[in-house]
């Protein structure tokens, strides 16, 4: 028993806070440029890209429509206005995008990282199609609102960065977690284990938010996000199961 105690302490100094944190994440980026990770993302991406397209193209003839001016000084004014307002909105958009899209590959790598760096442990159950559907739909559409909401505080400089991190990194942080946690165990089991690690999977969900701001990077962030949040939960579901070996 003491034997066990001086364990389970050894491994809550060393692996905790930061250092996890940044092992974590650079296990995940590591990965990021391997050939299985790079088919996925072309694969996510392509369609990513291909919906944004569509969407900004689908906004602009909206606008073109609705918006039509007999004099060419205003009409060449408020179509750069429009062109630079669907930026923005686009801007807010890739969050949700991308998460819609890649819902449907983030089984096929969190088990590509399960192989590779846990060969050891028994693997993951994928989660069954109308799932993954259900799941990513929800995440996007959650994501969408938050972005919404955030868009909104355009008006307020500096607030509206501020606010779309950090409910971002909330979200994130708890998605990505759950979907990895919930591959080895029950969706109740899985928000359980989140919220007794919220500060960390939070302070994640920040590291993931700041790479989804960053353009071009954003694209291959939810891949990176899944890999770093499989080994996350990986680290501290070993540390419950020692803490509670019933």
């Known amino acids: 028993m003491r034997g066990a105690r001086l364990r389970t302490t050894f491994v809550m100094t060393t692996a905790t806070g930061t250092p996890l944190m940044i092992d974590a994440a650079l296990l995940a980026l590591r990965q990021a440029f391997s050939p299985p990770f790079r088919m996925v993302l072309f694969k ?3 369609l990513a890209l291909l919906l944004l397209i569509l969407i ?4 602009q003839a909206a606008l073109a429509h609705l918006v039509v001016l007999q004099n060419v000084f205003l009409d060449w ?3 750069i206005a429009s062109a630079l307002g669907i930026l923005v909105v686009l801007f807010f958009a890739v969050p949700p995008i991308i998460s819609l899209v890649a819902g449907f590959f983030l089984d096929e790598i969190a088990g590509e990282v399960e192989r590779t760096h846990y060969p050891a442990d028994a693997p993951g159950r994928e989660q069954p199609l109308a799932r993954s559907l259900i799941l990513a739909i929800k995440f996007a559409a959650l994501v969408l609102v938050v972005n919404i909401g955030v868009l909104l505080l355009a008006l307020i400089p500096g607030v509206n960065l501020i606010a779309w991190w950090l409910a971002n990194g909330y979200l994130l942080g708890r998605e990505y977690f759950e979907l990895a946690a919930m591959r ?4 109740e089991e899985a928000k359980a284990l989140r ?3 919220r500060g960390r999977v939070f302070f994640g969900g920040l590291m993931i938010a700041a790479m989804m701001a960053i353009p071009i990077v954003n694209l291959a962030t939810p891949l990176v996000a899944t ?5 996350i939960h990986k680290r501290v579901g070993r540390r419950v199961e020692l803490l509670d070996p019933a």
């Open 44 to 46: 996510s991406v392509g």
């Open 56 to 59: 900004g193209a689908g906004l």
């Open 77 to 79: 004014t408020a179509a």
């Open 184 to 187: 080895f165990r029950s969706p």
């Open 195 to 197: 919220r007794q690690h």
């Open 227 to 231: 890999a770093f949040m499989v080994h």
